[in-house]
């Protein structure tokens, strides 16, 4: 999410913003306080999402029948 429409876009369609992240903090996210995520200035480096994430795709891989080397 970088340009100012994609920042639009998603906040448009995701209503809880605290969902909302980037990867590519401009101006436009940054004004309605999107959470950066990486390795950037001031960005959060997303060790908590990536690691809530674990067990949700877990179980989603689970239900596909997927298989990880």
Excluded: F, N, W, Y
């Excluded at 448009?12 to 950037?40: F, K």
Aim: hydrophobic share 40%; aromatic share 0%.
């Amino acid at each position: 999410m970088g340009t100012d429409e994609a920042v639009a876009t998603s906040l448009d369609l995701v209503a809880d913003h605290d969902r909302v992240v980037t990867i590519v903090q401009g101006a436009a996210s940054r004004e309605a306080g999107v959470r950066a995520l990486g390795g950037g200035p001031g960005s959060d480096p997303g060790t908590d999402v990536r690691q809530a994430s674990v067990p949700v795709l877990l179980r989603l891989a689970g239900k596909a029948g997927c298989a990880s080397p």
